[in-house]
Each structure stands twice: as C-alpha cells, then as structure tokens.
C-alpha cells in the first residue's frame, strides 16, 4: 500500500487518518498536539518529529488544517512543504480555506511538479469517523482519478467542482447555506415553542412538510429532540460555531470578491458572530439556538 503524511489531526482530520489506517496504509502523521500524534500512533501511524518529515518519502499528502493562513504557511516560504515533497507526488488539501489560497497553493505545487488537488469535506465529525464524508474536489480530473483511491477511503461520495479553487467555492457555498438553514430552523423551533409546542413534535411535522432540511432530520439543534445530535449533549463536538463563522467570512469575501450579493448569508455571519461574543465560539454550530431560547 501507498506510504501517505498525514498533517493535521483535528477533530476531522484524526478519524480520517484511522480509516486510512485501517485501510493499510503506511501513514506518516504529524499534528503540533503531541497528543493527537500519540493517538494515532497507537493505533498503528507512524509518529513524525515534524512536517517536513513526514512527506519527504510519501507518494501521497493529505493535509487538513484550521485557516488559509495555516495552509499557505505549512506549504509556501523558503522552508515550506513544497520545498520537501517530491515531484510527482499527489497533495489533497482538505481544509476549508479561500478560494485563491487554494488557487496560490495549487500554482506553486505545479511548478514543483507536484500534483495538487483541494478537496474540502462535508460531513462533520461523525462521517469523518464512519468513514462517509463528501469530497468536493478543485483541480485537474486526471489527478482526481490519482486521488480517488485516497478519498474513497474516507469518503463516501466524491464530486468533480472544477479547476483548483473550485472545490473551495462549492464547499463555501454549502456552508452559508448551511448556517442559514441552522439559524432558520432553530428561529422557527423558538417560536412554536414559545407559542406552546413541543419542539419534536414540531421538527416531526417540519420533518415532513415543505421546511424540511438537514438539520430538523438528521441535526436538530433543540436539546432532547435526537440523542445523537450535539444538542443533546450540552452542543460539545460536532462543528464549532467559530469554524461555522469562519466559513460564513469566507463566503462574505467570495462575495466581494466577485460582486455578488449574499444577503442572509451576511445576516447568518451577524448571528453567529453575536453568538461567538457572548461566549459560544467553542460550541457545536446548532447552538445558534441560544440566541432565540433561553435554555435550562
């Protein structure tokens, strides 16, 4: 089996290095959390003392890191991980980053010789785990036939967005849809609540009706309503409300960007970031409820 680095062992980026793990191959990993590297050592990668290290004998990289400032900072400068990685080598960048990062990474990858695609995921925490995340891929379809074997490993589905860049396009365009149906949803709850409803009563009939959406079926923000859901569990886990606002601001600088208008998309950002002041930046993202219902 191929040899893979794997840097960046995050909530997402740990359960996706397990299932390549698990899939037999020879893994390189490095995190700057001692812990997280231990972690997955013990389950049988192999520890590097740093990310250069790592990817220096690795025909594969896969890198999933907070920011664009941690993506462009691991791979560009005159000590970047391009400067190790060797030509002909397959780099999927699967952070959720800005599209030109994207763009500027995947350029300078190309006049190394080294083939890059960005692939951001969708899927939270529990499809990182169970091995079901989305792929959303920017950059040439031959090496996203070379990176398929990778990405089917963690992944159950992998779309082809475009050129390098688009797969970020696509990711943010998910995203601020995604805030704004979690924030729309937990708006309508408060409401029937607050007029007398039982709230899972009220997700069943949402759950049935012309307001269904991802999050009354399968990510109900209201506490008690899905065991499984972070709601239910004090909003630990799952997708932080921060990366959530760090999506949103990606979507508002695409906007500028291109001049196009994503007003509830500005207003979603506007929740979430009054939601982060008050102290929820560290909880999962449904717990944008908190501005509508004051919970016990």
């Known amino acids: ?115 890059m695609v960005d692939a951001p995921v969708s899927g939270g925490t529990a499809g990182a785990a169970a091995g079901t995340l989305t792929f959303i891929v920017g950059g040439d379809a031959a090496d996203l036939d070379a990176a398929r074997p990778y990405l089917e490993k963690m992944g159950k589905n992998i779309f082809h967005a475009g050129q390098a860049g688009a797969g970020q396009v696509a990711k943010i365009c998910n995203n601020m849809l995604l805030g704004i149906l979690m924030a729309g949803t937990s708006e309508a709850l408060a409401l029937g609540a607050a007029n007398g409803l039982d709230p899972k009563v009220l997700s069943d009939i949402i759950a049935k009706s012309s307001g269904r ?51 509830l998309g500005e207003l979603a950002r506007n929740l979430y970031s009054l939601h982060s002041a008050q102290g929820g930046g560290g909880l999962d993202f449904s717990s944008i409820l908190k501005l509508y219902k004051k919970l016990d």
């Open 213 to 263: 959406n991802w999050a009354t079926e399968l990510y109900n923000p209201w506490p008690g309503v899905m065991d499984h859901a972070p709601a239910s569990k004090g909003y630990a886990g799952g997708f932080g409300v921060d990366l959530m606002l760090k999506d949103l601001g990606l979507a508002a600088e695409a906007a500028l960007n291109t001049r196009a208008s994503v007003p």
């Open 1 to 115: 089996m191929s040899c893979i680095a794997f840097i960046g062992l995050g909530h997402m980026g740990a359960p996706m290095a397990l299932n390549l793990v698990k899939a037999g191959h020879d893994l390189l990993v490095y995190d700057l959390a001692p812990a997280a590297v231990q972690t997955l050592a013990q389950a049988g990668a192999k520890p590097a003392a740093s990310a250069a290290e790592a990817v220096r004998s690795a025909e594969a990289v896969v890198t999933m890191l907070p920011a664009s400032k941690h993506v462009e900072g691991l791979y560009l400068g005159e000590n970047g991980l391009l400067e190790h990685i060797a030509a002909g080598a397959l780099v999927m960048e699967c952070s959720t980053i800005a599209p030109e990062s994207a763009r500027k990474v995947a350029q300078a990858a190309k006049e190394k010789g080294i083939r």
